[in-house]
Nanobody, 124 residues
Framework: QVQLVESGGGLVQAGGSLRLSCAAS????????MGWFRQAPGKERRFVAA????????YYTDSVKGRFTISRDNAKSTVFLQMNRLNPEDTAVYYC?????????????????WGQGTQVTVSS
């Protein structure tokens, strides 16, 4: 069992920044991927970014490349999503997820554990 707790969401003006955190606890994976997804009301949950825990390879959806950065803190079992130059299209509930797969996937079905989500709202 893996528990995930997201934090750092909030309300920000367009052009602003937020940093999301996801702390993982429970069973340790020797080889896995942690990712961020987002879901706006009435829309599907969509891939944002992922990082492989061992190799630290990173992956991003096209719309956030150059603006968002995913990173990890191995000692604290925490993954971060630094979000810069936010725009209203980024408004959504952001979810942290863990996959037991060694290769990152953009498909939500590939992820085994999910956090409760944190709301990000970008005004203007």
């Amino acid at each position: 069992q893996v528990q995930l707790v997201e934090s750092g969401g909030g309300l920000v003006q367009a052009g602003g920044s937020l940093r999301l955190s996801c702390a993982a606890s429970g069973r340790t994976f020797s080889r896995y991927t942690m990712g961020w997804f987002r879901q706006a009301p009435g829309k599907e949950r969509r891939f944002v970014a992922a990082i492989t825990w061992i190799s630290s390879n990173t992956y991003y959806t096209d719309s956030v490349k150059g603006r968002f950065t995913i990173s990890r803190d191995n000692a604290k079992s925490t993954v971060f999503l630094q979000m810069n130059r936010l725009n209203p299209e980024d408004t959504a509930v952001y979810y942290c997820a863990v996959s037991g797969r060694t290769v990152a996937s953009a498909a939500a079905a590939a992820y085994d554990y999910w956090g409760q989500g944190t709301q990000v709202t970008v005004s203007s």
